[in-house]
């Protein structure tokens, strides 16, 4: 394996615990691809590969042996195996279970691997034949290729075939996911937690709209929860079809459930000329969003979003307001939150983060992205 003498930066960064190595810490290496062993003032400090993907320029790895990786990352996951009512997971999340730039998630029978570099590609074969192992129980594995390349996007690789749409299942709830269509699936498995909490009475009785809301995971959840109604407002087209089909592998009515295929900053309008209101206003932006009028971007623009739904809420009602963007902080994000609130007092009720199969790096703030706010307004 490549000896490599690094420098000070990077290495109080891998000392720290940070696994991604980030090109300003490695000056003198842009060229290097695949595994070297790390070394400052003559000790070894660990072992990484180097490829450059969205984020860095490669990953620390705690070990290169997938087989025993796979085997703890499947044995941390035990209380979603155990769960009957839960078929869907994540088991393997990057710099969270040891090795960054890949992530392998659970569809009912199925196995999703999602590669993030060029380097980690080269060892999909040893990383099957592992799985293999550890899993006997998948049927059949599909892939998504997340880095520049002339590879397909999404592919199936190994083993049966699913059907092109499926069910699983989300706390006894049904979701339609496919797995060879695009980057997306048809839920956003981070979300375990939220969903849970509109099932489990954050939604009961309430009128909920849901923005950004794709194929209408966070309605469906909150109908079942006891919403009194949904409305889901996205901008693709195809959202409709699969928001209805959530619906209806529910047996929830599409009276009460309404979708529509809309900007959002369109819909607020609309819905504020109407005079709709409603309890429970659920935001899930995508991180960066264009359209024909405008650049949307989490970081700088989510106090609009707030500031545009607050005439549509009730008293005392609720805003659920999720980002995922990695680079943005929790406090950056919280002030973001309170700038759309201006002079309106709100006060935090609950708080989410990434649920316990998607494994953080603890060391790494940026692994831990998802931040979710439920706010009440007073
Ligand atoms: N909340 C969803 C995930 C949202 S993904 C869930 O829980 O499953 C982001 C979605 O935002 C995409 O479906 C995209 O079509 C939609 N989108 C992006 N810009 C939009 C806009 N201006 N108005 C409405 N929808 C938009």
Same mark, same amino acid.
């Given at each position: 394996? %490549?000896?490599?003498?690094?420098?000070?930066?990077?290495?109080?960064?891998?000392?720290?615990?940070? @696994?991604?190595?980030?090109?300003?810490?490695?000056?003198?290496?842009?060229?290097?691809?695949?595994?070297?062993?790390?070394?400052?003032?003559?000790?070894?400090?660990?072992?990484?590969?180097?490829?450059?993907?969205?984020?860095?320029?490669?990953?620390?790895?705690?070990?290169?042996?997938?087989?025993?990786?796979?085997? /703890?990352?499947?044995?941390?996951?035990?209380?979603?195996?155990?769960?009957? %009512?839960?078929?869907?997971?994540?088991?393997?999340?990057?710099?969270?279970?040891?090795?960054?730039?890949?992530?392998?998630? $659970?569809?009912?029978?199925?196995?999703?691997?999602?590669?993030?570099?060029?380097?980690?590609?080269?060892?999909?074969?040893?990383?099957?034949?592992?799985?293999?192992?550890?899993?006997?129980? *998948?049927?059949?594995?599909?892939?998504?290729?997340?880095?520049?390349?002339?590879?397909?996007?999404?592919?199936?690789?190994?083993?049966?075939? !699913?059907?092109?749409?499926?069910?699983?299942?989300?706390?006894?709830?049904?979701?339609?996911?496919?797995?060879?269509?695009?980057?997306?699936?048809? $839920?956003?498995?981070?979300?375990?937690?939220?969903?849970?909490?509109?099932?489990?009475?954050?939604?009961?009785?309430?009128?909920?709209?849901?923005?950004?809301?794709?194929?209408?995971?966070?309605?469906?959840?909150?109908?079942?929860?006891? !919403?009194?109604?949904?409305?889901?407002?996205?901008?693709?087209?195809?959202?409709?079809?699969?928001?209805?089909?959530?619906?209806?592998?529910?047996?929830?009515?599409?009276? %009460?459930?309404?979708?529509?295929?809309?900007?959002?900053?369109?819909?607020?309008?609309? !819905?504020?000329?109407?005079?709709?209101?409603?309890?429970?206003?659920?935001?899930?932006?995508?991180?960066?969003?264009?359209?024909?009028?405008?650049?949307?971007? *989490?970081?700088?623009?989510?106090?609009?979003?707030?500031?545009?739904?607050?005439?549509?809420?009730?008293?005392?009602?609720? $805003?659920?307001?999720?980002?995922?963007?990695?680079?943005? /902080?929790?406090?950056?994000?919280?002030?973001?939150? @309170?700038?759309?609130?201006?002079?309106?007092?709100?006060?935090?009720?609950?708080?989410?983060?990434?649920?316990?199969?998607?494994?953080?790096?603890?060391?790494?703030?940026?692994?831990?992205?998802?931040?979710?706010?439920?706010?009440?307004?007073?």
């Amino acid at each position: 394996m %490549t000896k490599l003498t690094i420098n000070q930066y990077a290495a109080k960064k891998i000392r720290q615990g940070i @696994s991604v190595l980030e090109p300003r810490d490695f000056p003198d290496q842009s060229s290097i691809e695949g595994f070297a062993d790390l070394y400052f003032k003559q000790r070894w400090l660990s072992t990484a590969y180097f490829s450059r993907q969205n984020k860095g320029i490669g990953w620390a790895v705690q070990s290169t042996d997938f087989l025993a990786l796979l085997t /703890s990352a499947k044995a941390k996951r035990q209380p979603y195996y155990q769960d009957e %009512t839960t078929t869907a997971f994540r088991v393997f999340n990057q710099d969270g279970d040891g090795f960054g730039g890949m992530t392998i998630d $659970i569809y009912g029978d199925y196995a999703l691997f999602s590669w993030y570099n060029a380097f980690i590609y080269t060892l999909k074969a040893d990383i099957l034949a592992a799985f293999e192992q550890v899993f006997p129980e *998948v049927l059949g594995v599909y892939e998504k290729v997340r880095f520049d390349s002339k590879l397909p996007i999404s592919s199936h690789i190994a083993g049966q075939l !699913a059907a092109d749409k499926f069910l699983i299942l989300e706390n006894g709830v049904a979701y339609q996911v496919f797995l060879n269509d695009g980057l997306m699936t048809g $839920i956003f498995l981070d979300q375990h937690e939220v969903r849970g909490a509109l099932l489990d009475g954050l939604a009961a009785g309430k009128k909920v709209l849901n923005l950004f809301s794709y194929t209408a995971a966070f309605s469906v959840a909150a109908a079942l929860g006891g !919403a009194e109604s949904t409305v889901s407002v996205d901008l693709a087209k195809r959202s409709r079809d699969l928001s209805q089909a959530h619906f209806q592998a529910n047996h929830l009515s599409l009276e %009460t459930n309404h979708c529509h295929v809309m900007d959002v900053f369109d819909y607020v309008k609309y !819905a504020a000329r109407k005079h709709l209101t409603f309890d429970l206003i659920v935001i899930d932006p995508p991180s960066f969003a264009r359209n024909k009028k405008m650049n949307f971007s *989490v970081a700088k623009d989510y106090h609009h979003l707030i500031a545009e739904v607050l005439p549509l809420l009730n008293r005392y009602g609720k $805003i659920i307001a999720s980002t995922n963007h990695a680079r943005l /902080s929790r406090a950056a994000f919280l002030a973001e939150l @309170s700038k759309g609130f201006g002079r309106q007092d709100f006060e935090i009720i609950e708080e989410f983060r990434l649920p316990t199969d998607f494994a953080t790096n603890p060391a790494d703030p940026q692994s831990d992205y998802l931040k979710v706010f439920v706010l009440e307004v007073s």
